[in-house]
């Protein structure tokens, strides 16, 4: 059977103001493939799909769907066009069922009356293979589960293009999998998938053609058969690159950070973290697993002072932080920095430049009413310089920046401050391979200088390649710390949803 053109792109530019992000850029994609878009952050990819889903215009350029020329202006008509959008954060209410999700914003009322609703969701449901409870409200389901609700909804409203973008982003290996398992039956329908990921392993796999784009512009298109992850990062990044991931070994110090039978308490009053401990020493990266949700960002602020401690000790050094804030903990001298996984909510502020972010670490040591702005350029300059931030300049928004540099930039400046502890939240989520190399290659060379750092990340073969020890957490309690060496990505993925494993070689106690 011959596969027909489902999307062509041609010609396709869009600039904002000075920066142009796509020119001339062509795509095509079949129906009954996957077809997987590759580049660099920055590379262009979001604004030329953001331009298939209807949100921007295109300066120039045509976009065919079915064999039909569109010209959208809004999200709307791509849908009608048979284009839905599956984005990394989900677009769910979570206060809703799985029906009322997937029929929100309906006009057409003929299938929303009970049966018929239920009638058309199973017939879909069946073809695809997606299995999911009607009745369930959004915020009792699982990520996996949210997945499958957000890939029925699009199909509900008659997408035959889909766009997914990162989607296995907090997976399990085996949520992956099962995913994987529902992009093969789409492909039988006959639906053109464009798959989005910075997972090389994960594009070799699922893909059937590729197309990388650099520097906004679309550079090959290529059979996954004819080949291999080494030429699709070159391609990528433009020149050759080390795609290993180095691990040095480094002899431990002395204990840096200990946690013991830590608990923390949420909104509801319910324990997030239960009974924790765990210890980190210098010169050594403990990784931490887990599925979304379970207690890692909260452990994180607990040990900065944002989150308060409702038992337990956070002993830094041999003092313990329960019971202070941030500010008494900087104020007191105690050498930590944290990257967290909200670069632009909690990290740095998006309409601020890079002098002022970096300023916002240590303003208050300044004496007098005014702020040291001359010290603050020169540590943006030396940033900048250090971790090649790609900027128009120190003093414009890092809003207008690509993630990776976002990222570099709030990296170097808490590095800046020679931390004797280093907690990093997902800090190549969403990156290139290019900038996530770079990124490991900081956190190498800061455990060489005896720095402790817990690192927490959903890529679960960066954290066995990485870390020293691996703990994974489940529900906010340690279900395992093991060496990383001797345990599989199948017995971690069990271990993140708190099944119990036959003991891996080096099993370890917290």
């Known amino acids: ?23 001339n850029v062509n795509l095509e994609v ?12 920055g590379a262009g990819k979001s604004t030329l799909m953001n331009m298939l889903s209807g949100v921007y215009t295109p300066d120039s350029g ?25 984005y990394q954060h989900f677009k769910l209410v979570e206060a809703m069922t799985a029906r009322e999700n997937i029929i929100l914003g309906q006009k057409n009322r003929i299938f929303t009356s009970g049966k018929d609703v239920d009638s058309k969701i199973k017939d879909i449901s069946e073809r695809f293979g997606l299995d999911i409870d009607l009745n369930k409200r959004v915020q009792e389901m699982t990520v996996g589960e949210k997945q499958i609700l957000e890939m029925l909804k699009v199909l509900y409203r008659g997408a035959k293009v889909l766009i997914l973008d990162e989607p296995t982003t907090v997976f399990t290996p085996q949520e992956t999998e099962k995913l994987f398992s529902i992009m093969r039956k789409m492909k039988e329908q006959q639906c053109a998938i464009i798959f989005i990921s910075h997972k090389m392993d994960e594009v070799m796999e699922i ?55 830590l608990s923390i308490k949420g909104k509801e ?3 997030i973290i239960k009974d924790l401990s765990l210890n980190i020493c210098g010169g050594e990266i403990l990784g931490l697993a887990g599925i979304a949700n379970s207690g890692q960002k909260e452990l994180c602020e607990a040990i900065v ?39 632009l909510g909690m990290g740095l502020v998006a309409s601020m430049d ?79 391979i290019n900038t996530c190399n770079i990124i490991y290659d900081i956190m190498n060379e800061q455990k060489a200088k005896g720095v402790a750092i817990l690192f927490i990340a959903e890529d679960l073969d960066v954290l066995q390649q990485l870390s020293d020890r691996l703990a994974v957490l489940c529900h906010g309690r340690i279900t395992g710390v093991v060496d990383p060496n001797n345990i599989t990505r199948e017995q971690i993925g069990l ?16």
């Open 207 to 261: 893909a059937d053609r590729i197309t990388v784009l650099r520097k906004g512009e679309s550079i090959k298109t290529l059979g996954k058969k004819d080949t291999n992850p080494m030429e699709l990062a070159e391609l990528m990044v433009g020149r050759k690159i080390d795609m290993k991931i180095k691990r040095y070994e480094c002899e431990c110090t002395n204990c840096i950070l200990k946690l013991n039978n």
């Open 354 to 432: 890079m002098v002022e972010n970096v300023i916002l670490k240590d303003y208050h040591h300044d004496k007098g009413i005014f702020v040291d702005r001359k010290s603050g350029v020169k540590k943006a300059l030396r940033i900048k310089d250090r971790l090649n931030v790609l900027t128009p300049g120190i003093n414009n928004p890092i809003r207008d920046l690509s993630g990776g540099n976002i990222q570099k930039i709030l990296l170097g400046r808490e590095l800046d401050s020679n931390p004797r502890l280093l907690i990093m939240a997902y800090p190549t989520r969403g990156l290139d």
């Open 495 to 510: 271990l993140m949803v708190g099944q119990k494993i036959e003991k891996a070689g080096g099993d370890m106690g917290a």
């Open 62 to 86: 045509s976009i065919f769907i079915l064999g039909k020329e569109w010209d959208f202006s809004s999200p709307k008509e791509a849908i009608k066009a048979g284009v839905g959008t599956i």
């Open 1 to 23: 059977m011959k596969q027909e053109p489902y999307v062509i792109m041609k010609d396709i530019s869009k600039s904002f103001g000075k920066v142009m992000a796509n020119q």
């Open 269 to 271: 009053g319910s324990d």
């Open 305 to 343: 002072g944002i989150q308060p401690v409702s038992k337990g000790e956070i002993i830094f050094e041999g003092e313990n932080l329960v019971g202070k804030n941030t500010r008494e903990i900087i104020e007191k001298g105690i050498s930590m920095s944290f990257i967290p996984e909200d670069r």
């Open 30 to 41: 079949l129906g009954g493939e996957v077809h997987a878009l590759l580049g660099e952050n």
